[in-house]
C-alpha cells in the first residue's frame, strides 16, 4: 500500500515522502496515529502543498533544534550511583536516567532521543549523544561518580 508520511518516521521515510508498506502496518499504526495519510489521487494533488508547508515547519524545527544543541553542549551531567569493586556500578546508567538529569537540569529530552549503545556500567565520564533533529546531534559531558 502506498502511503504519504505526514511525520519523520524511523527506518522508513521522511515527511513528505511516498513510500510503500504493508497494509496492516499502515491500517493499524500509521494512519491511526496520524503518521501518515493514503496515496490516492487527491492526496497526490495536494502533495506539493503539503511539501511547501513541510519544509517551512522542517526550517523552525531545524533552526529550534541547532539552538538547543548549543545550550545542551555546554551541559555537564553528574550522577551518583553505588559501585563495588573494579568501579563496577551495581545496576546501570541508562537513557531514562540520562533523561531525568537532563530535566532536573531543565532541558526536556525524550530518552527516545538520547543515544547510548549499551548502558553504563563502570565509574567514568562519558560523551552521550543526543539526537535533536535529523542532522542536529548535540553531545553532552557525563560524569559517574561513586555513591559516597
Known amino acids: 500500500m502506498e502511503i504519504i ?3 519523520d518516521v524511523d527506518k522508513l521515510g521522511n515527511r513528505g515522502e511516498v513510500v510503500t508498506v504493508a497494509e496492516g502496518y499502515a491500517r493499524n499504526y500509521l494512519l491511526p496515529q ?3 495519510i493514503a496515496a490516492n489521487s487527491s492526496n497526490m494533488r495536494r502533495l506539493e502543498k503539503m511539501r511547501a508547508a513541510f519544509s517551512k515547519k522542517e526550517a523552525t524545527e531545524r533552526e529550534g533544534a541547532q ?11 553528574k ?3 553505588k559501585a ?3 568501579d563496577q556500578l551495581f545496576g546501570s546508567v541508562t537513557s531514562a536516567d540520562i533523561a531525568d ?5 531543565g532541558y526536556t529530552i525524550d530518552k527516545r532521543k538520547i543515544q547510548l549503545n549499551d548502558p553504563i556500567k563502570t565509574v567514568g565520564e562519558y560523551p552521550v549523544a543526543i539526537k535533536l533533529y535529523r542532522d542536529v546531534i548535540a553531545t553532552v559531558n557525563l560524569t559517574v561518580e561513586r555513591e559516597a
Open 79 to 81: 550522577l551518583s550511583r
Open 101 to 105: 538529569a537532563l530535566a532536573a537540569q
Open 5 to 7: 508520511l505526514q511525520e
Open 67 to 77: 539552538k538547543q544543541a548549543e545550550l545542551l553542549s555546554a551541559v555537564a551531567l
Open 34 to 36: 496520524r503518521l501518515a
Open 84 to 86: 563495588g569493586e573494579n
